[in-house]
């Protein structure tokens, strides 16, 4: 045999044995992933952080839309008897009777739960807490439910169920029942899984090519395993279009504030990758989970109060307690960020929990942050916090989608928020009246909100922005928008926000008022006249140069006033579809107390100037 023979197979014997080895090394790597994906998503009795313990606290959600809640809810321990019930409804066709398999919702849309209970039930099947561990009715009613499902073929209108959505939450449920999957089955898998196609950006091509990277399971496709994972690591970066800014809030939708939609799922998501990932060649590195955490850290962190997430940072997504649902989903996701196995993530994740839900919920994160790109201020001070959010003509303030956020027209033309308790507009929403936002100045009219046309609405003017030493600061906002022109301004201390406003005019028919406060009732409204404090019954007005109001621990005195102030706790019913379309129609009624300024009709170069003192007596 000639050399240039036997070195050419020596050559071949060298390289089959690293093709060999390199087979060997994925199926073991695509082995270890498939273990982490199901002891993550498998429930156990573990719970080192006792937020199992709050989650069963909170009674859980009749109607979900949003995904990061739907995703909550499925940490709940099995209510056996709700599973029984799957079990023993299921009909002939594989269908349940209580699911509108027509409906044309776009937001809310039905036949997602039945993709839901599937996963629901895998769990269960999988899971050796309960009687029903690999269970053969359980087994059953799963072929059945994913026969009716593969055989349908249900089709949402709206684009993220289709591609997203319903690949997510089967996906998951493929990925665990692999093992009883039919070849017939396997194969429908496969083929609802390439509806999610890599593509997009922001928290879009994460959730996409996350789907991907459960297709590749499926397929034991090593390649476009690692291809997934690439792409999901991609968007660990900072400083794009969208997705983690430079000063650490999160954006969507264009130059759109979403810290608590897309940014939380995309926290939530990467927390979960950290966790699928660990331990193989494809884990994320310190760099990537140290930028996931920096977010956490100078970013989320600031926009939680005591367990609730403001109302400013939901973006379109107003549910029934959300800002409750949001910041326990954040404080999950924070908990499991890079497997436990991080320091500088745990070091967040202690300071995160012990603000939010250690004993007495202490407040050691002091100080002022603007979020210079979303237009965004944050005031945080031992007892009580407070956040103005703003638009420009550089960012989009709030979006209108998919029947969501029908009310919020105003909700970014400074719009002030006072947490003390947390709880002061938890689920208020229903019962605001949506002109009278609180900080806003806007047109008063019993008329429905405008409509927010796709991704509006953008305020007309340039000059927003805030000031900061990092301890206190000062916030100012130039409306130039739906016929209000105005110059507002917020200045933050230790002790009070004072805000000013300038230049107030309108060129309409209909009056202009600057609301200062619409919250929860929560004890009497008082007012200071001849030196005593009287309750305020209904809704009165005050035209003298200075008032002073007090509710709930927080003080508020009106000076230079030249027009009335109106002040007053009124009854109010109101509905929640009326907010958000997926709920469905159904009145709630509650006190609400208010206190605003009118500024007249046509107002010219009208000023307002009013003190805000929270945590005092």
């Known amino acids: 045999m000639r050399l240039i023979d036997r070195i050419g197979i020596c050559i071949l014997c060298v390289c ?27 429930p156990s009795d573990a719970d080192p952080f006792q937020l199992k313990s709050i989650l069963v606290s909170i009674p859980p959600e009749q109607e979900i839309s949003d995904q990061a809640v739907v995703e909550l809810h499925q940490r709940y321990p099995f209510d056996l008897e709700k599973i029984q019930s799957y079990l023993s409804s299921l009909s002939e066709d594989g269908t349940w009777p209580d699911i509108n398999y027509a ?35 359980v087994e059953a009613v799963v072929h059945k439910a ?25 996906g998951t449920a493929f990925v665990l029942f692999e093992d009883g999957l039919t070849p017939e089955e396997r194969r429908e898998a496969v083929t609802v899984m390439k509806n999610s196609k890599f593509g997009m950006t922001g928290q879009n091509k994460v959730w996409l090519a996350g789907n991907v990277m459960m297709r590749a399971l499926l397929q034991n496709d090593a390649g476009l395993l690692k291809m997934a994972r690439d792409t999901i690591a991609s968007e660990i970066v900072m400083g794009e279009v969208e997705g983690i800014k430079d000063d650490w809030s999160f954006h969507q939708h264009g130059a759109q504030q979403q810290f608590g939609n897309y940014g939380l799922s995309f926290v939530s998501g990467m927390s979960f990758f950290s966790g699928v990932f660990a331990g193989t060649s494809l884990a994320f590195d310190e760099k990537q989970l140290g930028i996931i955490s920096a977010l956490i850290d100078e970013g989320y962190r600031w926009i939680l109060w005591k367990g609730r997430m403001d109302i400013s940072s939901l973006g379109r997504q107003l549910f029934h307690h959300a800002p409750v649902h949001k910041a326990l989903s954040l404080a999950f996701a924070a908990s499991e960020l890079g497997g436990g196995e991080s320091e500088q993530c745990s070091s967040v994740t202690q300071a995160l929990l012990k603000e939010n ?13 603007h979020f210079w790109q979303s237009d965004y ?12 959010k703003m638009a420009s003509d550089r960012v989009v303030g709030v979006e209108m989608m998919n029947g969501d956020n029908m009310q919020g027209f105003y909700m970014a033309d400074g719009a002030t928020y006072i947490y003390q308790s947390g709880n002061e507009y938890l689920d208020i929403f229903p019962l605001w009246d949506w002109r009278k936002v609180p900080g806003v100045t806007a047109f008063q009219s019993d008329a429905p909100v405008p409509p927010i046309h796709y991704y509006q609405p953008r305020n007309g003017a340039y000059f927003v922005g805030g000031i900061s030493d990092g301890k206190q600061g000062v916030s100012a906002m130039e409306v130039d928008r739906a016929g209000i022109k105005a110059r507002k301004s917020w200045i933050f201390t230790d002790d009070f926000v004072l805000c000013l406003g300038a230049d107030i005019e309108a060129n309409s028919n209909l009056a202009v ?25 209904g809704a009165q007005k005050y035209s003298e140069q200075e008032q002073r109001f007090f509710h709930h621990g927080t003080g508020y005195i009106v000076w ?24 469905r129609p159904q009145d709630v009624t509650g006190e609400v107390t208010s206190i605003y300024l009118e500024h007249g009709v046509a107002p010219r170069n009208e000023t307002y100037q009013y003190l805000i003192l929270p945590a005092i007596t």
């Open 103 to 137: 409906d044309e919702k776009r937001s809310g849309w039905e036949p997602k739960m039945h993709a839901e209970r599937i996963l629901e039930l895998v769990k269960l099947y999988c899971s050796g807490q309960t009687s029903y561990y690999h269970s053969a009715e």
């Open 513 to 537: 008022a600057t609301s200062i406060e619409q919250c929860h009732k929560n004890g009497d409204l008082t007012v200071l006249q001849k030196g005593k404090w009287v309750k305020v019954d």
């Open 377 to 388: 201020t944050i005031h945080r001070r031992p007892r009580w916090m407070a956040s103005v």
């Open 146 to 170: 994913l026969r009716y499902w593969f055989t349908a073929k249900p089709v949402c209108q709206n684009w993220w169920y289709n591609q997203i959505g319903i690949p997510k939450t089967l």
């Open 16 to 42: 089959s044995s690293f093709v060999a080895k390199a087979a060997t090394t994925s199926d073991d790597e695509l082995l270890r992933i498939k273990k982490n994906f199901s002891a993550l998503l498998i």
């Open 560 to 583: 230079n006033n030249r027009k009335n102030c109106v002040a007053g706790t009124v009854q109010r019913t109101g509905c929640w579809h009326d907010v958000m379309q997926m709920y």
């Open 357 to 369: 839900y250690g004993a007495g919920q202490n407040n050691s994160l002091v100080g002022h942050k």
